[in-house]
């Protein structure tokens, strides 16, 4: 994470464990070292949803947002503690997800109901939810609906 390089801590890789539930926090000299597991190297574990496919951070505030697929929710994850201090329902299989630093503003795509749940990073809300139909030539909305 880059926002924790910038005031001299260690990085850290995160890896979205989508059999588990769960986020692995590895220490990225150990992880790559020949003869240690990816296990092995894992500093912390976060459980969050069912199938987390997809995460991203608000370096302004030391926030990770996790999209979690199989139950329709957002894991929000505190960076400094790294637990979940929030699970927000979201509309149908989020697979993609994006943050507006500057807004606070946080949008998920959902895939099965071809919509974009808009997020209020201060109060944790959905505060809209806006239906794009799929992306053409996808069942789906996927990461073309953040660019929108």
């Not at 003869?35 to 500093?43: F, I, L, R, Y």
């Not at 929000?76 to 697979?95: A, F, K, L, R």
């Amino acid at each position: 994470m880059r926002h924790g390089a910038a005031r001299g801590l260690t990085p850290v890789l995160v890896v979205a464990g989508t059999l588990a539930s769960t986020l692995v926090t590895l220490m990225p000299a150990i992880a790559h070292a020949a003869s240690v597991t990816p296990a092995a190297a894992a500093v912390h574990t976060i459980p969050v949803g069912s199938n987390p496919d997809a995460l991203a951070v608000d370096a302004s505030t030391d926030t990770i947002y996790v999209a979690n697929y199989s139950d329709g929710t957002v894991s929000v994850i505190d960076g400094t503690t790294q637990t979940v201090t929030q699970t927000i329902t979201v509309g149908s299989d989020p697979t993609a997800i994006g943050v507006d630093e500057t807004t606070d503003t946080i949008y998920v795509a959902n895939d099965s109901d071809g919509t974009v749940s808009v997020i209020d990073g201060v109060t944790g809300k959905v505060s809209d939810t806006i239906p794009i139909g799929n992306v053409p030539g996808s069942p789906y909305p996927g990461t073309d609906a953040l660019d929108r």
